[in-house]
Nanobody
Framework: QVQLQESGPGLVKPSQTLSLTCTVSGGSITTNYVCWHWIRQSPGKGLEWMGCIEYTGRTDYSPSLSSRTSISRDTSKNQFTLQLSSVTREDTAVYYC??????????WGRGTQVIVSS
């Protein structure tokens, strides 16, 4: 059973860089044909896809966030990380990591709340 767990600071100040880590257990982040995603949900809004990192290490980002988003991985720790720069209050959201295999989101983390406030 694959499990994903988000971790990171719950409070970030405006203009700072948000950094979140997703730790994967029960499966390798280098498993073929799998992409590992970051998705968020702001208060009162729907889910917003932010980007993903493939099993090859190739990344793909939402065009609306690409200038501020970076996703990387540490295969030795079986983790992947989201960095979102220059955050504003608009970036307050619950952040989820998720796995997609063959275009199906089959495993999700529980989500972590991030509040952007001074």
């Amino acid at each position: 059973q694959v499990q994903l767990q988000e971790s990171g600071p719950g409070l970030v100040k405006p203009s700072q860089t948000l950094s979140l880590t997703c730790t994967v257990s029960g499966g390798s982040i280098t498993t073929n044909y799998v992409c590992w995603h970051w998705i968020r949900q702001s208060p009162g809004k729907g889910l917003e896809w932010m980007g993903c990192i493939e099993y090859t290490g190739r990344t793909d980002y939402s065009p609306s966030l690409s200038s501020r988003t970076s996703i990387s991985r540490d295969t030795s720790k079986n983790q992947f990380t989201l960095q979102l720069s220059s955050v504003t209050r608009e970036d307050t959201a619950v952040y989820y990591c998720a796995r997609d295999q063959s275009a199906l989101y089959d495993y999700w983390g529980r989500g972590t709340q991030v509040i952007v406030s001074s």
